[in-house]
């Protein structure tokens, strides 16, 4: 099993350009998470989706839209990228309401 | 304002040395868990505990929840190089499932 993977693992944008990031699990679980990690500042919930269908709002979620394809994949759309938007971004996957496993993350720069 | 409070934020000791690390809240948990982060890669998931007073080991990695369920504990025993990541409690709501991350406290063990 890969887990969960996550495209791309680097990239940098301009202001204003849009990018969507992927994530797909293959342990068939039904809870998928998309956060955001700052120096100083955690792991940061920006959207969830705890079944195929089903989107919700995190902590942070002004900028970003989610999509859940199916039930493996949720990708993170960000439509006018901005710098305060420069992050590490993380995708989680979850059986049940405890536990989740984390890919190993995006770093996106916005100049 | 963070509902979990981790301290120290930073610790750099040699190898060999003990360490505690602390995570703490106002508010009552049901449960906690604690995540380690390597550089360049997600969390991964240490441990969960659930009862007031629980203890738990992990190798050289001991973990406490406090009588209350308002805070918690990692003890390192014999740090290792090995041991060198962000260390992460968070609590987890039982009917979202989403994650509520402490800042993190960053250990480095020198050899």
């Known amino acids: 099993n890969a887990g969960v993977t996550q495209t791309p693992k680097f990239q940098v944008l301009k202001t204003g350009q849009s990018m969507t990031l992927q994530c797909a699990q293959d342990m068939n679980h039904n809870s998928m998470y998309w956060y955001r990690q700052d120096p100083g500042m955690g792991l940061r919930l920006i959207y969830y989706s705890a079944s195929e269908g089903t989107t919700d709002k995190g902590e942070v979620p002004n900028g970003y839209n989610v999509s859940r394809l199916n039930k493996r994949e949720f990708s993170l759309r960000l439509e006018s990228a901005a710098p305060s938007q420069t992050s590490v971004y993380f995708c989680?996957?979850?059986?049940?309401?405890?536990?989740?496993?984390f890919g190993p993350g995006t770093r996106l720069t916005v100049l | 304002t963070q509902l979990l409070e981790q301290s120290p934020q930073f610790l750099s000791i040699q190898e060999g040395e003990n360490l505690t690390v602390y995570c703490n809240s106002s508010s009552v948990f049901s449960s906690l868990q604690w995540y380690r982060q390597e550089p360049g890669e997600g969390p991964v998931l240490l441990v969960t505990?659930?009862?007031?007073?629980e203890v738990k080991k992990l190798k050289r990695l001991t973990f406490q929840f406090g009588d209350a369920r308002k805070d918690s504990s990692l003890h390192i025993t014999a740090a290792q190089p090995g041991d060198t990541g962000l260390y992460l409690c968070a609590w987890g709501s039982s009917n979202t499932g989403k994650l509520i991350f402490g800042q993190g406290t960053t250990l480095q063990v020198k050899p």
């Open positions: 505990v659930v009862t007031g007073g």
């Open positions: 989680a996957s979850s059986p049940r309401m405890d536990t989740q496993y």
